[in-house]
């Protein structure tokens, strides 16, 4: 059956430190993978898009890694602040398709 | 700013009442989407839309209809609510150029 797997326990994180997260995924074939941010009672907000052809992509603190071959996707925030303390959602799109389907999420505490 | 407004933040309605849930973006995007949010089951999509009066069955279907008469609306119909129902409902929108979904605030449904 097809899945998307992120951590489901919550990663605490001094400030200053760099936050990994992994997304996994089995039985797709992403045309692509996104990344967004959920705070508490609000919609996902999009952070940061990675096609199958590119390996990384950068946007400010933000990194997101792509490998087709493990099927992972990381997402890496660097000089975490308290501010970023969310939940982080991996999204993909299958090669024939259109809708995006959601991993569990992460959640992200960040202590000063 | 662009916007995904959804029409209540919170609902109560009774088991067996008829539900709408409305979403209008001002992005003229093709494509609208429904989604529901439960603890422990993520983001799941019940019903999508690639263009006016055209739309497409999600992953959980059952129990929800909807309504795109206008680009810029998609509905939610809840034909007989019932507490199974309850849940947080999120509404995206995406220009379908392979860029992020952008999501309203969400309604927050309880069913009694």
């Known amino acids: 059956s097809q899945k998307i797997e992120q951590n489901s326990e919550a990663l605490n994180i001094q400030e200053g430190k760099t936050a990994t997260l992994t997304c996994n995924y089995t039985n797709y074939s992403p045309a692509y993978l996104q990344w967004y941010r959920q705070d508490p009672g609000r919609g996902p907000v999009f952070l940061l898009l990675i096609r199958e052809n590119e390996k990384e992509k950068r946007k400010e603190r933000l990194k997101v890694t792509f490998d087709t071959t493990l099927k992972q996707s990381l997402f890496h925030i660097t000089a975490s602040q308290p501010a970023d303390s969310a939940t982080y959602l991996c999204?993909?799109?299958?090669?024939?398709?259109?809708?995006?389907?959601f991993g569990g999420g992460t959640r992200v505490l960040v202590k000063p | 700013d662009v916007k995904v407004t959804q029409s209540s933040r919170y609902l109560v309605k009774r088991t067996g009442e008829k539900v709408f849930l409305e979403c209008v973006q001002d992005m003229d995007h093709e494509n609208m989407f429904w989604y529901r949010q439960d603890p422990g089951l993520g983001l799941r999509l019940i019903y999508f839309?690639?263009?006016?009066?055209?739309?497409e069955k999600g992953d959980i279907p059952e129990g929800y209809s909807v309504s795109r008469e206008k680009k810029e609306r998609f509905s939610l119909i809840l034909e007989s609510a019932s507490t199974n129902q309850t849940s947080m409902y999120l509404c995206?929108?995406?220009?379908?150029?392979?860029?992020?979904?952008?999501f309203g605030s969400g309604t927050r449904l309880t069913v009694v």
């Open positions: 839309s690639y263009d006016v009066k055209m739309k």
């Open positions: 995206a929108s995406s220009g379908g150029d392979g860029g992020g979904y952008t």
């Open positions: 999204a993909l799109v299958p090669t024939a398709g259109n809708k995006l389907t």
